[in-house]
């Protein structure tokens, strides 16, 4: 995964000039003093209340809609398009040991995604991986991994790391690792966020490769960022907007936050497969599906 910027949730300072005490029923019945409960406190209390009232209503909307993306032939494609793109096969389960510096500044490039020892995914896959199986040949290199997140350096990695990374690859233990995480930080948030916003099948797995690709940051060349950018120049079709137009105009934001980060990027991706589902009119993506990267053609039947 490239990652131009993390996701941070950050507190917001409340100066807070008195105490409020909040006293139930329970206080005076049993003659305890409850601890008092600051403004503050409360304040965050009752946005989290919100938060999980907001998420109630939203899986109930989501319940209510076809699978999409998420029903198992679907995701299945959804892997093979991404696998065409990052690792040029449809083959995608081929790609859990794949491990490589591809010199784009995000150090080592590892597994079926593209987590990257740079962008925290891979620190985040591996600790997991670790806390339930402490054993593994990879938990030996966390020290070095928390020391290199956020840079290219291999400082700490090489030369064992990439060896590591292939033979833990090869156990099914790890493979589910990998698929966890995956649905976990870019699959499952983006395509609810997609069925949300309106979007049918294609729009769901728009939404994925460009999660994977760009990352779940909110900087300008991150996927919120983007899907900020391109709300502010049309409505999704949860908004009454056009989906085919949402779509287009979210690609375009897309295919110019690739140019940003690299001004000879190949956009392929975008222009022989997806834009070329979205202006064919399957929006539900149904197959069969023919389409090129970086010059090479894919067929799924």
């Known amino acids: 995964m490239k990652r131009a910027g993390l996701l941070l949730f950050a507190a917001v300072p409340v100066v807070v000039t008195a105490t409020v005490y909040f006293l139930t029923p329970a ?9 008092p409960r600051s403004a503050a406190e409360q304040a965050r209390q009752d946005a989290k209340a919100r938060a999980e009232q907001e998420q109630a209503q939203d899986d109930e909307v989501i319940a209510d809609l076809p699978p ?3 029903a198992p032939a679907k995701k299945e494609l959804a892997q093979e398009l991404v696998a065409s793109a990052e690792n040029s096969t449809l083959n995608w389960r081929s790609a859990y040991g794949y491990i490589e510096d591809i010199g784009d500044g995000q150090g080592y490039t590892a597994g079926t995604v593209g987590f990257c020892t740079g962008t925290h995914d891979l620190l985040t896959l591996v600790e997991r991986y670790t806390k339930a199986h402490p054993d593994n040949g990879l938990a030996k290199y966390l020290p070095a991994l928390h020391k290199v997140d956020g840079t290219d350096s291999h400082k700490g990695l090489d030369p064992g790391f990439t060896t590591a990374w292939k033979a833990e690859a090869k156990l099914p233990a790890f493979r589910k690792a990998q698929d966890s995480e995956r649905d976990r930080v870019y699959f499952d948030p983006a395509v609810r966020l997609a069925k949300l916003d309106g979007l049918g099948t294609l729009g769901q797995f728009i939404y994925y490769d460009a999660m994977v ?7 300008p060349t991150s996927f919120y ?4 950018r391109a709300m502010r120049e049309a409505d999704t079709p949860s908004e009454g907007g056009s989906e085919q137009s949402y779509l287009d105009i979210f690609l375009d934001v897309r295919q110019k936050a690739m140019k940003t980060k690299r001004a000879d990027i190949d956009t392929t991706r975008i222009d022989t497969a997806q834009r070329q589902f979205l202006y064919d009119g399957n929006l539900s993506l149904k197959t069969p ?6 010059g090479e053609t894919y067929k799924v039947a």
């Open 225 to 228: 960022g983007l899907r900020e």
């Open 213 to 219: 690709f760009h990352g779940p940051g909110t900087g």
């Open 289 to 294: 599906l023919v389409w090129k990267v970086y």
């Open 68 to 70: 999409g993306l998420a």
């Open 27 to 35: 206080d005076s019945d049993d003659g305890a003093a409850k601890a």
